[in-house]
């Protein structure tokens, strides 16, 4: 199939390079020429696994970037629109780009054309698309609107897009469906899975994927809805946690209780400093005022947010109730990204937590091991760059672990432990087992878990422990 893209950014990239390699001829359209001579050059302008193999097998070849949208869409049975929908002031999705893009597409339309949303957009955006389309003198049957919602998560998007728990196609016609249905035939009559030179496997996928046909607005609900209820699983587990620090028990043991109901799930229940991303605050935020916008009170939303915040606020009581004062004690930070596995900072609540610490009149040492270059940009002089774990905790009151990095969870702990000025550990992602730190001479403060420290051990644990490191 011929497929255009607009939108070289996220979504539109990985989809753009995925596509190339289920076997589509695909071009990439972007108005930014700066953008496309570096992806032309070779250059991957973002930090994502099997991005720039991808990216080399299919460039000048079944993926091609250009400018020229009219010429693009000329040449394409489908156009993915894959531009930002960044939020207003008010929290809405600010949807001028969409229309920007739906007012060029008419005057190339000359065939029948299947117009995709991709971007996340709330519910009516397909309505207005077609509007549009309709109001620049297209005819009514050269063109449909389609919803094709991507859940691609940075650090692993190509692996989740060729190997979706499921694809949604919002398509309010049989001939839409068709054309979406075929693009998606490698993935779901199983081939693509076949071949030599697919992207290997991740675990737990399962092949191949459903494809649920919905209607376009069924369809847009879905992506804000997904969206919503995994913030809201990550609120609720975060609000747990802060039952479990007041009553004395430990969230881990709660969340093997709970996630081990095939209802409910293990995945998502992970504790911490709260969600952030590009994803997650703005699509709460659009999908409250979508909600307000169509007559419903969506209040929930309202408190999965307010508890998202309060849990950084939870986190620099933890601070101060381990360093007592701050102004100029000395932090080490690991972890600026907003997750683990990308550079993305964007709403990183590690960034945020920096930002309050150093108003707070801390000296802060960070280290991540991508997004140290992406946060200098925001976070400038204001604090040290450091090269790695051990350089941040050098000469540190405490040590803070704000972001989930699996190479953050098999640190030197001798070494560590040499490094800092304190053995103090103050954890946002529960990476570490308390037991243990405490055993190694840590006092360590973790979410939803009591505070460990040498004297907390039990008798044996502790004594078997200090036996342990003697040998
Ligand atoms: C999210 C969704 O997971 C994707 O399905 C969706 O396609 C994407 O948004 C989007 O709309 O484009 P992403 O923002 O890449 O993906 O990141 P997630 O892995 O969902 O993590 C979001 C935030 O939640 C991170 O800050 C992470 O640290 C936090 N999180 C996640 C937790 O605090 N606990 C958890 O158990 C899981």
Known sequence: MHITIVGSGYVGLVAGACFADMGHQVILVDNDQQKLDALNKGQVPIHEKFLPELLDRHRGRSLTFSDD???AVQASAAVFIAVGTPPTEQGEADLSYVESVARIIPSAINSYKVVVEKSTVPVYTSDWIRKIILRNAAPPDSFDVASNPEFLREGTAVTDFLYPDRIVVGADTERCASILRAIYAPLTDGSYYQRQDAIPRPDRAQTPPPLIITSTKSAELIKHAC???????ISFINAVASMCESVGANVQQVCQGIGSDSRIGPRFLNPGIGYGGSCF?????AFRAVARECGYEFRLLDEVMRINEDQRRRFVRKVHDALWTLRGKRLGVLGLAFKGGTDDIRESPAV???QTLLQEGCKIAAY????????REVLNASIEYAADAYEAASGADALLILTEWEEFASLDLDRLHQQLKYPIVIDGRNLY???TMAARGFTYYSVGRPVATSETLPLQEGAGAKKAIRS
């Open 352 to 354: 945020l937590l920096v």
């Open 433 to 435: 087992d308390p037991g």
């Open 69 to 71: 949208l009219r010429s």
């Open 368 to 375: 991540d091991p991508a997004a140290n270059e992406r946060a």
């Open 227 to 233: 969206n919503a209820f995994l913030a809201m699983k």
């Open 281 to 285: 605050p703005k699509d709460l935020m």
